[in-house]
């Protein structure tokens, strides 16, 4: 068998492409296919566009693709596995020196039942782009994958690749005890951990190297940027767009903007970057760190929470957290997990998580989970590692790590928001989340979940960094914005929730197929009433507070001149309605509110 067979590869004037097998098609089926043509697709990291008219065996490959792997596997398997990436470097990274000796890595990359191409992707890119003294091997654990391309296929391409190892699990051990396995077994003094679907850019490495050679108890993590799912453009991030880690109180990762405090203290923009949290599918960290801080917790399942459980031990126990922009990895954001089962995966990793690093907060967790901890093992080892280790308290963590963080206590409310009228049905986020499809009513169920809300003291009802927003009198989650169009006033006598931009009240409707929450004019009726669960009006805001008085004031005002005309016969109905709002505005601005309008936007504040 001649070599580039055996590793599955076609080489064409220096790309190396997959055999027509894995869905590779001749030129001219190429061009009846990819709307704007290169030769090959996805050259320089431009994306790959497919013909809407796709033959039916097409359309059932790239349907099979997205099924089995949750990305354009078609689209993937068009593209050079070695294909070409500009140097998404700034200037300023591209001029720095790093030290002649920096410490070498091994390279550990995790997978179940990834796509072939993308897999092999990764490997060339690290492989082309990583100066071969500084790469010692690239160590491949299969985490008892059961696609065939995975099997004798893999072993053969392994075997005609230097410095590629492959490793395998006889059953299913998950991504933290995966990454574990080489670890022992490692000589290099650096361990960089990749995702199964990424991409290295130019000079990735050195960067990560020389922070980890400077501070040995720094663990660090590229700037991850996006290769699309479906088209597998590579995106890279914008210097002005730079985002670090966070977390949420329901213990995910998030991307959170740079406070402005920190973008002012920094004198290069591309500096590395103090992070809370890092993602965890790319890092680099010193072998000797992060065996002596006990590397991940054997007790978490399959996937989830592994990265807060590094980012937070790292930090408490005497570590320090950096994203290096000048350090440009790509990587496939899936918005579906492989996994099964994820919920009862994921809730025990995270019970263990916070018995063992949160202390105290932990009851904000738990309270996302309506208090139902269930079952998560025997922690026993970690909390003895904990002591060991001489580590901060969580506090310490959020006083000095992050301490942007909002603390649950400081909410107007968290928890259910459930309609009078159905006392069974409560506020529910759509699913998969993020998704920004209307907010919708369920039965209630008690478990926190969809249906956790927290009520901020400006005035936004949010899940996350999300935040209940309006669209055509219905309700839909967006991002977190501060725009007038997310303000939302409970008057918790009256249990109605007014929205800010419209003067419109939260309504139940009866649909079709159930009941919806809609905006309609306020009338007080049964319809328009809603229990907010632990509503603490003192920690709104002192300007909201006193913005929601003087609407309250003016609305009694308001309906006792109605009752009145009602009174001498007039018939009106109790209620503000749209042609009011010009008469209750100019009211308002009388009173001492200042009401703007931006775009279509209404900002209403007292002055």
């Known amino acids: 068998m001649r070599q580039d067979q055996l590793r599955s590869l076609r080489v064409l004037q220096g790309w190396e492409l997959l055999p027509y097998t894995h869905g590779n098609l001749t030129n001219a089926e190429r061009l009846k296919i990819v709307k704007y043509y290169d030769d090959p697709p996805g050259v320089d990291g431009r994306p790959v566009l497919l013909q809407s008219n796709l033959r039916y065996d097409i359309k059932q490959k790239v349907r099979i693709g997205w099924k089995l792997y949750h990305f354009n596997s078609f689209v993937s398997d068009l593209i050079p596995v070695n294909r070409s990436l500009p140097d998404w470097r700034d200037t300023w990274c591209r001029n720095q020196n790093y030290s002649s000796d920096l410490p070498s890595a091994t390279v550990i990359i995790c997978f179940y039942n990834e796509a072939w191409s993308a897999l092999i992707r990764t490997i060339t890119s690290v492989l082309n782009r990583t100066p071969p003294h500084l790469l010692d091997n690239i160590i491949l654990v299969d985490d008892a994958s059961t696609f065939n391309h995975l099997h004798k296929q893999l072993d053969d391409y392994v075997n005609s690749t230097s410095k590629v190892i492959l490793k395998r699990s006889s059953h299913r051990i998950g991504i933290a005890r995966a990454r574990m396995l080489p670890v022992q077994e490692v000589q290099s003094p650096v361990l960089v951990y990749l995702d199964s679907h990424c991409e290295c850019s130019e000079g990735w490495l050195e960067p990560l190297l020389q922070r980890i050679k400077e501070n040995p108890s720094?663990?660090?993590?590229?700037?991850?940027?996006?290769?699309?799912?479906?088209?597998?453009?590579?995106?890279?991030?914008?210097?002005?767009?730079?985002?670090?880690?966070?977390?949420?109180?329901?213990?995910?990762?998030?991307?959170?903007?740079?406070?402005?405090?920190?973008?002012?203290?920094?004198?290069?923009?591309?500096?590395?970057?103090?992070t809370a949290t890092i993602s965890g599918g790319l890092l680099a960290v010193s072998k000797d760190f992060f065996v002596k801080q006990g590397m991940y917790d054997t007790g978490m399942n399959i996937w989830g929470a592994e990265n807060l459980e590094l980012s937070f031990k790292t930090w408490m126990c005497g570590g320090s957290m950096e994203i290096v922009p000048c350090s440009h990895v790509g990587h496939v954001f899936k918005m579906k997990s492989p996994y099964k089962d994820d919920d009862k995966i994921l809730k025990k990793n995270f019970v263990r998580l916070a018995k063992v690093w949160l202390d105290d907060y932990a009851k904000y967790f738990y309270e996302r989970i309506g208090n139902d901890i269930g079952e998560y093992g025997n922690i026993t080892e970690r909390i003895k590692l904990r002591k060991k280790l001489n580590c901060h308290s969580f506090q310490w963590y959020l006083e000095n790590v992050t301490p942007h963080q909002v603390i649950p206590d400081t909410y107007v409310a968290s928890g259910p928001i459930s309609s009078i009228l159905k006392e069974d049905l409560c506020l529910d986020a759509p699913v998969p989340f993020p998704k920004f499809d209307a907010i919708d009513l369920y039965p209630c169920h008690g478990k926190g979940g969809n249906q956790y809300w927290s009520y901020t003291s400006i005035g936004e009802l949010r899940r996350d960094d999300l935040c209940i927003d309006y669209l055509y009198d219905s309700m839909t989650l967006f991002f977190c914005n501060h725009a007038a169009s997310q303000l939302w006033l409970y008057f918790e006598q009256d249990q109605?929730?007014?929205?800010?931009?419209?003067?419109?009240?939260?309504?139940?409707?009866?649909?079709?197929?159930?009941?919806?929450?809609?905006?309609?004019?306020?009338?007080?009726?049964?319809?328009?009433?809603?229990?907010?669960?632990?509503?603490?009006?003192?920690?709104?805001?002192?300007?909201?507070?006193?913005?929601?008085?003087?609407?309250?004031?003016?609305?009694?005002?308001?309906?006792?001149?109605?009752?009145?005309?009602?009174?001498?016969?007039?018939?009106?109905?109790?209620?503000?309605?749209?042609?009011?709002?010009?008469?209750?505005?100019?009211?308002?601005?009388?009173?001492?509110?200042?009401?703007?309008?931006?775009?279509?936007?209404?900002?209403?504040?007292?002055?």
Not at 218 to 244: A, C, G, K, R, W
Not at 533 to 549: S, V
Request: net charge positive; with cysteine; proline share 4%.
């Open 496 to 607: 109605i929730i007014v929205h800010n931009l419209t003067l419109k009240c939260l309504n139940i409707a009866q649909h079709y197929d159930g009941y919806k929450p809609l905006l309609t004019r306020c009338n007080r009726t049964t319809a328009q009433k809603w229990k907010i669960t632990n509503f603490r009006i003192e920690n709104f805001t002192p300007e909201l507070q006193a913005t929601m008085n003087l609407y309250k004031n003016l609305y009694e005002q308001h309906n006792n001149k109605l009752k009145k005309n009602r009174t001498l016969g007039h018939g009106m109905n109790l209620t503000i309605t749209t042609s009011k709002i010009n008469t209750l505005s100019f009211d308002m601005k009388r009173e001492g509110f200042d009401n703007t309008m931006v775009g279509s936007k209404r900002i209403v504040h007292a002055q």
């Open 218 to 274: 720094t663990v660090v993590s590229p700037s991850v940027d996006n290769i699309h799912d479906n088209t597998f453009q590579y995106i890279p991030q914008e210097v002005n767009n730079l985002q670090m880690g966070g977390f949420t109180w329901d213990l995910k990762f998030a991307w959170i903007g740079i406070p402005q405090t920190i973008l002012e203290s920094r004198e290069e923009p591309l500096a590395p970057i103090t």
